[in-house]
């Protein structure tokens, strides 16, 4: 297409050339003359210099032509309030904006913001990085209001908008307003997973584990989560509803009952799984259930071997102490170095006041494991046999092996406060 244009100019310049060469010289030697009168007005010219007049007031047409209607149009640099200009301001604001955001300017972030949103035809993400803004300066207010105008201006992002709005209420504490505007877009979006992840998010922040428990068959359907971090989640769940039941206002009764009913809820797969079997376990034996606890940990121990399990059984009072000590003293056979088992059959044996036989398990627990609770167990052992400087000492050891397990930092706190 340029080269035909630029054969074009070339024909069009020969072609001048020639008319010049062959009419221009004759023309040129009869000037002509050009006479106009008209009301007192005269004027009068040769005819080449009447041309060059026409010319030149054609030209100055054609510019102002052109100056008008480049301060109209979006594309003229010359007129600073045209598009072009709006659009600059634009990306100059949002890129300083959200620059201030990410680098915790509020104040600045949210000045940019706005004025970025209010010349935006696309405002959405300029409003939601405002409020965010206006949300972190404490103008909670100011913050629902930027989310409102955006859902003005682009209605048809109300759920964006609407997840905006309750993480930024979860930021603030506002735990049941989160709820209802999540529940809000549940009603209207079932199957989106930004919304049933949020809601599983504050489920487990505000420790609501029925409502989790009730979640998590969606989750699993519309596959919102991987399979390992669901188990997971499921695992959290069970063992926080087992807390909270084992934990429930009223008397022992009506919280055993409570926690039973959980239990009873729970799959078979899940009664099978360690940690789960240790909270129903250590919360049946707060409740005074400690027959039902030992009968459950050791059906499950015959099959599975566990060494926590192994550690909580110690702890229980059984119906029959001598069948629990004698079911124990079965698994030594198996794990004779286990530091853990040997620490339950001291304990077993302390219940059964088997003064001789508990000294010497937790002796022998105490050569493959120096443990703080063993410690403290043969101690309190000693101290009743007489043997008071032996005791001492253990309970000592004991506080050195505590101190031991505490992380550096709490150390540092504790050497501060005592200097």
Same mark, same amino acid.
């Given at each position: 297409?340029?080269?035909?244009?630029?054969?074009?100019?070339?024909?069009?310049? *020969?072609a +001048?050339?020639a008319?010049?060469?062959l009419? +221009?010289?004759?023309?040129?030697?009869?000037?002509g003359?050009?006479?106009?009168?008209?009301?007192?007005?005269?004027y009068?010219s040769?005819?080449w210099?009447?041309?060059?007049?026409v010319? @030149?007031?054609?030209l100055l @047409?054609?510019?102002?032509?052109?100056?008008?209607?480049?301060l109209v149009?979006?594309?003229?640099?010359?007129?600073?309030?045209?598009?072009?200009?709006?659009?600059?301001?634009v990306?100059?604001a949002?890129?300083q +904006?959200?620059?201030d955001?990410?680098?915790?300017?509020w104040?600045?972030?949210?000045?940019h913001?706005?004025?970025?949103?209010?010349?935006?035809p =696309?405002?959405?993400?300029?409003?939601l990085g405002?409020?965010r803004?206006?949300?972190?300066l404490?103008?909670?207010?100011?913050?629902?209001? $930027?989310?409102?105008?955006?859902?003005?201006? /682009?209605?048809?992002?109300?759920?964006?908008?609407a997840?905006?709005?309750?993480?930024l209420?979860?930021a603030?504490?506002q735990t049941d307003?989160?709820?209802?505007t999540? =529940?809000?877009?549940?009603?209207?979006?079932?199957?989106?997973?930004? @919304?049933?992840? =949020?809601?599983q998010?504050?489920y487990?922040q505000s420790?609501?584990w029925?409502?989790?428990?009730g979640l998590?068959?969606?989750?699993?359907?519309e596959k919102?989560?991987?399979?390992?971090e669901?188990?997971?989640l499921?695992?959290?769940?069970w063992r926080?509803?087992l807390?909270?039941a084992?934990q429930?206002?009223?008397?022992?009764?009506?919280?055993?009952?409570?926690?039973q009913?959980?239990?009873?809820?729970m799959?078979?797969?899940q009664h099978?799984q360690?940690?789960?079997?240790?909270?129903?376990?250590?919360q049946?034996?707060q409740?005074?259930?400690?027959?039902?606890?030992e009968? $459950?940990?050791?059906? %499950?121990?015959?099959q599975? %071997?566990? *060494?926590a399990?192994?550690r909580?059984?110690?702890?229980?009072?059984g119906r029959d102490?001598?069948?629990?000590?004698?079911?124990?003293e079965?698994?030594?056979? /198996?794990?004779?170095?286990?530091?853990? $088992? $040997?620490?339950?059959?001291g304990?077993?044996?302390?219940?059964?006041?088997?003064w001789?036989?508990?000294?010497?398990?937790?002796?022998?627990?105490?050569?493959?494991?120096?443990h703080?609770e063993?410690?403290?167990?043969?101690a309190?052992?000693?101290?009743q046999l007489?043997e008071?400087?032996?005791?001492?000492?253990?309970y000592?050891?004991?506080l050195r092996?505590l101190?031991?397990?505490?992380?550096? *930092?709490?150390?540092?706190? @504790?050497n501060a406060?005592?200097?």
């Amino acid at each position: 297409m340029k080269r035909l244009y630029w054969l074009l100019l070339i024909l069009a310049l *020969v072609a +001048g050339v020639a008319s010049l060469l062959l009419f +221009g010289l004759p023309l040129a030697e009869h000037k002509g003359y050009v006479l106009i009168a008209f009301q007192g007005f005269r004027y009068e010219s040769s005819l080449w210099a009447f041309v060059a007049l026409v010319l @030149v007031l054609w030209l100055l @047409v054609y510019l102002l032509r052109w100056s008008l209607r480049a301060l109209v149009t979006s594309g003229s640099l010359l007129n600073p309030w045209s598009r072009l200009h709006s659009r600059r301001r634009v990306r100059l604001a949002s890129e300083q +904006g959200f620059l201030d955001l990410a680098e915790g300017r509020w104040a600045r972030a949210l000045r940019h913001l706005k004025q970025a949103a209010s010349s935006s035809p =696309q405002p959405l993400s300029y409003y939601l990085g405002a409020a965010r803004a206006a949300n972190q300066l404490g103008h909670y207010e100011d913050s629902d209001g $930027l989310l409102e105008q955006a859902l003005n201006r /682009q209605p048809q992002a109300e759920l964006a908008i609407a997840l905006q709005h309750a993480e930024l209420q979860l930021a603030r504490g506002q735990t049941d307003a989160a709820l209802d505007t999540l =529940q809000a877009m549940r009603s209207r979006h079932p199957h989106h997973h930004l @919304v049933l992840r =949020q809601l599983q998010q504050l489920y487990l922040q505000s420790g609501d584990w029925s409502a989790l428990l009730g979640l998590l068959p969606d989750l699993r359907k519309e596959k919102a989560l991987g399979n390992a971090e669901l188990s997971e989640l499921e695992r959290q769940a069970w063992r926080g509803r087992l807390l909270q039941a084992g934990q429930a206002g009223g008397d022992a009764q009506t919280a055993l009952t409570t926690l039973q009913q959980a239990w009873q809820a729970m799959s078979a797969a899940q009664h099978q799984q360690p940690e789960l079997l240790a909270v129903y376990a250590e919360q049946l034996r707060q409740l005074g259930a400690e027959g039902e606890a030992e009968e $459950l940990l050791r059906q %499950y121990l015959k099959q599975h %071997y566990d *060494v926590a399990l192994v550690r909580l059984y110690g702890l229980l009072r059984g119906r029959d102490l001598n069948k629990q000590l004698q079911t124990a003293e079965g698994w030594l056979k /198996q794990h004779p170095q286990d530091a853990g $088992l $040997l620490l339950t059959l001291g304990r077993l044996c302390l219940h059964s006041q088997l003064w001789g036989k508990a000294r010497d398990y937790l002796e022998n627990s105490l050569t493959f494991q120096r443990h703080p609770e063993t410690c403290s167990e043969l101690a309190r052992l000693l101290a009743q046999l007489g043997e008071l400087e032996r005791s001492n000492s253990l309970y000592q050891e004991g506080l050195r092996l505590l101190d031991a397990r505490l992380c550096p *930092v709490a150390l540092s706190a @504790v050497n501060a406060l005592e200097q």
